[in-house]
Nanobody
Framework: QVQLVESGGGLVQAGGSLRLSCAVS????????IGWFRQAPGKEREFVSS????????YYADSVKGRFTISRDNAENTVYLQMNSLKPEDTAVYSC???????????????????WGQGTQVTVSS
């Protein structure tokens, strides 16, 4: 089993920044990818970004490219999502997830992730 716990959400004005953390524990050796997803009220869950657990390859949705940065600290078993230039449309519950599927392509589909955190609310005011 793998456990994920998100933190760092909150309320911020448009143009501001937040850094989300995803603490990973358990059978971390089985993980290939950590992804961030978000879901706004009334909308479907949306892929945000992913990072290879060992190789560090990163991938971003077009909607956040250039504004968000994903990184990892393997010593701390933590993945971060630095969010800059936030917009009201970034408002959502952000969740991190772990995938143990071996692949050389970015894992952007939610159903390919095996383990999920509880989510953290990000609210961007205009």
């Amino acid at each position: 089993q793998v456990q994920l716990v998100e933190s760092g959400g909150g309320l911020v004005q448009a143009g501001g920044s937040l850094r989300l953390s995803c603490a990973v524990s358990g059978r971390t050796f089985s993980i290939f990818t950590i992804g961030w997803f978000r879901q706004a009220p009334g909308k479907e869950r949306e892929f945000v970004s992913s990072i290879g657990w060992s190789g560090g390859n990163t991938y971003y949705a077009d909607s956040v490219k250039g504004r968000f940065t994903i990184s990892r600290d393997n010593a701390e078993n933590t993945v971060y999502l630095q969010m800059n230039s936030l917009k009201p449309e970034d408002t959502a519950v952000y969740s991190c997830a772990a995938s143990n599927i071996y692949t050389r392509v970015p894992v952007t589909t939610a159903n390919l992730y095996n383990y999920w955190g509880q989510g953290t609310q990000v609210t961007v005011s205009s």
